[in-house]
């Protein structure tokens, strides 16, 4: 696609469910990171994935979170037993990442409210 | 550490004023550090970005400057006009065993008065 593409834009859910968050990253980037951002918040860094590289997940919040990426390219986030507090929005950005750094390409997000 | 301090948390200009936004940094082996603008309900986008072995960066009406010895930089908008109202986020890209992580500051939320 032409660019990053993040399903569901919205999702509305009970507390104590599980949520799956699709991230469909920029052909050909190696890097794919996740981000959440809470109403007038920063980002706040989650997770980043490297080619074959094991991820860093310094950055997620509890157990309850995790992510994985399949082949290299698709990414899903997945909470588990969501929590009041998870609200946010929830962003995926992918980078052609090489020798230099490169520049991240960010996903129009996905908006998760938990009841 | 990857923590990025970011200052001022928001700032009020007049169009055609300049504005400054500057960030602390504490990784000492980070050498790119990107700034991000996101206008209200999109998502955030690359403007500026700056690596370490240039003290400062020009594009037009916007700058970016770096100390690596104070370890900070900064985002100068000169002429500033009501369209770069918006939020800015400096960043810091980890060197060492984090290299590739990116840690976004806190963000300033810029308001350009008409």
């Known amino acids: 696609g032409a660019g990053v593409s993040q399903s569901p834009s919205n999702k509305v859910t009970e507390k104590g469910k599980d949520v799956e968050l699709r991230c469909d990253p920029i052909?050909?980037?190696?890097?794919l990171y996740w981000y959440r951002q809470s109403l007038g918040q920063g980002l706040e860094f989650l997770i980043y994935?490297?080619?074959?590289?094991?991820?860093?997940k310094s950055g997620l919040p509890s157990d309850r979170f995790s992510a994985e990426r399949t082949g290299g390219s698709v990414s899903t986030l997945t909470i588990q037993r969501t929590q009041q507090e998870d609200s946010a929005v929830y962003l995926c950005?992918?980078?052609?990442?090489?020798?230099?750094?490169?520049?991240?390409?960010f996903g129009e997000g996905s908006r998760l409210t938990v009841l | 550490g990857e923590n990025v301090e970011q200052h001022p948390s928001t700032l009020s200009v007049q169009e055609g004023d300049s504005a400054v936004i500057k960030c602390t940094y504490s990784?000492?082996?980070?050498?790119?550090f990107p700034w991000y603008k996101q206008e209200l309900g999109k998502r955030p986008q690359l403007i500026i970005d700056?690596?370490?072995?240039?003290g400062e960066k020009k594009d037009q009406r916007i700058a970016v400057t770096l100390n690596k010895t104070a370890k900070h930089f900064s985002l100068h908008i000169t002429e500033t006009q009501p369209e770069d109202s918006a939020v800015y986020f400096c960043?810091?890209?980890?060197?060492?065993?984090?290299?590739?992580?990116?840690?976004f500051g806190q963000g300033t939320i810029l308001t350009v008065h008409p």
């Open positions: 960043a810091q890209w980890a060197g060492g065993t984090s290299y590739g992580k990116l840690t």
């Open positions: 950005a992918s980078s052609l990442f090489g020798v230099h750094t490169g520049e991240l390409f």
């Open positions: 700056i690596r370490s072995n240039v």
């Open positions: 994935f490297q080619g074959n590289s094991a991820p860093d």
């Open positions: 990784d000492s082996a980070s050498n790119y």
């Open positions: 052909s050909g980037h190696t890097a």
